[in-house]
């Protein structure tokens, strides 16, 4: 099985001819393009361009290079000001937020406390984060042009880290009336007031994305730090160019026909460590975790003897070894909050990171009713690090008695395609599998996918999980960090119980780019183009 994920990865020769043209027409702009140029290749094509619709990362890097925050965290993981800064009430239950001087949205209007009221409700309709401090929001007001007024119903603890959480969803701030679009539907234009400007006239989904420095953005003085401080652009244009052959992506960075790669694949980095025009460094060192979803809305999935059954059969070393294949860059971990984080623990985990339950989950599988149902597993073959999960699942589950019908297809199909809560006969699912920063999963309530909300509000695959919840609002209410531990603990217990999800285990990813670009910057949200210069 791990032979053939290798081979696939080398075979990539019939590809090369289309991928050149793929390369030549991106790189063939129809407007001239003056001054600096980065040119890079991000992990994911772009084709979902709304950041609050869809948590995928390809959006949320786009959301930065777009639309700016209200506040934002550092590398000391402390959050400080962005496009406002804020006062606490005594009694902890009014947020004051003021905007900052000289804000302008692309179109030339002001920026103003209606928008970022309007952005912060669409946000906190459909993200985890932004949704628990809904519950505890009495009222979100514009005061006047430049305050926003944000009372609680109690005092909450989370409200800054809420609002100012690195990564998916990321509390964008964009105009009034497209931050009046329901949460479920795409914002039919890009204006935001960050430090670059989406050019829509050269967007090939598929092909290219193009972004212009934003010439009125006033940065903050402080330095970049992780996604606060000052975003000082220091080049005129950055264009994400689409390769989906890895082959010939590490060939055109290594021959300077591009600058920067996201995602470089781990069984090449020893060609491309010999190269000494390029660094390489993982500039998330938190890492990622992976992880499948059920979807708990139709059969086979709907039955949480079956979803225990699929569980018992996966083996997280045997995805990893897939994926990753160098233990320097891979780690075992069957913690939902993230292994060396105050919320880690091995609760519920035994099967998943020893490899030991195919025996169990065959019996289970017996005893659960299941009749054969396929099990439609979504496979994206375009991204290096969602490649090997699905495949390697499948011949897990098939091991264990299931009927698999694996879909091959891209990874912004899946993107779509996991929104439909449709039956999989009729274009829905039963499994897909992602990736999260560890940022993101690192405690209950940032970690979306462990949510019980059902089929409304729910993360993609509807888990409904009340026990969940009322163990969420118990976290957030607890008086100390231990008594936190104790309630993680009991969280992770019953997603493992109920299978919300699987996490399949930890790595890290390693970057590329050309020498003659300086200044990139580390954290849970990268990479971001702000802070980066290119020398001729």
């Known amino acids: 099985m791990f032979q053939l994920m290798r081979r696939g990865r080398r075979a990539f020769a019939s590809k090369l001819a289309l991928s050149v043209v793929a ?24 084709r979902i361009i709304d950041p609050i619709f869809t948590t995928a990362y390809i959006t949320r890097d786009h959301g930065y290079m777009v639309y700016d925050t209200l506040i934002a965290t550092d590398s000391n993981f ?60 009495a009222s979100i007001e514009a005061t006047d042009a430049k305050t926003i007024t944000l009372k609680l119903k109690e005092p909450y603890s989370l409200v800054l880290e809420s609002i100012g959480k690195p990564s998916s969803r990321v509390a964008f701030m964009m105009p009034k009336r497209l931050a009046e679009t329901p949460p479920d539907k795409q914002i039919p234009e890009q204006i935001g007031s ?19 420095k934003n010439t009125d953005y006033v940065p903050r003085k402080e ?47 020893p060609v491309l460590e010999a190269n000494k025009e390029l660094t390489l460094e993982v500039s998330n060192k938190f890492g990622f975790q992976t992880l499948g979803r059920m979807n708990f809305l139709h059969p086979p999935f709907d039955n949480v003897k079956v979803r225990r059954a699929a569980l018992l059969a996966m083996n997280q070393k045997d995805v990893l070894d897939a994926l990753v294949g160098n233990p ?42 299941y009749d054969g149902t396929p099990v439609v597993v979504m496979a994206p073959g375009d991204v290096t690090t969602l490649k090997a999960q699905p495949i390697v699942a499948a011949q897990l589950l098939r091991e264990a008695g299931f009927k698999v019908d694996l879909q091959a297809t891209d990874w912004q199909t899946v993107v779509s395609r996991r929104a439909s809560q449709k039956p999989p006969k009729e274009g829905g699912w039963n499994m897909f599998f992602t990736n999260w920063v560890a940022a993101d999963v690192s405690n209950p309530i ?22 969940i919840e009322q163990l969420k609002d118990a976290f957030v209410r607890a008086p ?3 008594e936190q531990k104790k309630i993680a603990t009991e969280i992770q217990k019953e997603a493992y119980e109920q299978v919300i999800y699987v996490p399949l285990g930890q790595y890290l990813l390693p970057s590329g780019w050309r020498k003659s670009l300086t200044g990139l910057l580390d954290g849970p949200a990268t990479p971001v183009f702000w802070n980066v210069d290119k020398s001729e």
Request: aromatic share 10%; charged share 20%; with cysteine.
């Open 23 to 46: 390369l030549s027409t991106a790189l063939a702009s129809p407007v001239l393009a003056a001054g600096k140029t980065i040119t890079a290749v991000m992990h994911s094509d772009l």
């Open 328 to 369: 320097k860059y891979q780690k075992i971990c069957g913690a939902f909050f993230v292994c060396d984080t105050p919320f880690a623990s091995d609760a519920g985990s035994e099967s998943l990171i020893k490899g030991s339950g195919m025996a169990e989950a065959k019996k289970l599988l017996a005893e659960s009713g």
């Open 78 to 137: 402390k959050i400080q000001p962005q496009m406002a800064d804020w006062k606490i009430s005594d009694d902890k239950l009014t947020y004051t937020f003021t905007l900052r001087d000289g804000l302008k949205w692309h179109d030339g209007a002001p920026v103003t406390a209606e928008d970022c009221v309007a952005s912060l409700k669409r946000w906190g309709a459909v993200d985890g984060m932004g949704q628990k401090l809904m519950d505890f929001t």
């Open 446 to 467: 940032a970690n979306l996918s462990i949510g019980g909300q059902g089929k409304k509000g729910g993360w993609f695959g509807w888990a409904e999980d009340a026990k």
């Open 194 to 212: 960050g430090p670059f400007k989406f050019v829509q006239s050269e967007f090939q989904p598929g092909v290219k994305a193009v972004y212009a």
């Open 223 to 269: 330095p970049s730090s992780w996604t606060s401080g000052g975003k000082v652009v220091k080049v005129d244009r950055v264009e994400w160019i689409t390769m989906p052959d890895s082959q010939t992506a590490v060939n055109a960075l290594q021959s300077g026909d591009i600058d920067f790669m996201e995602n470089l694949p781990y069984d090449m980095l």
């Open 480 to 482: 100390s960090l231990d």
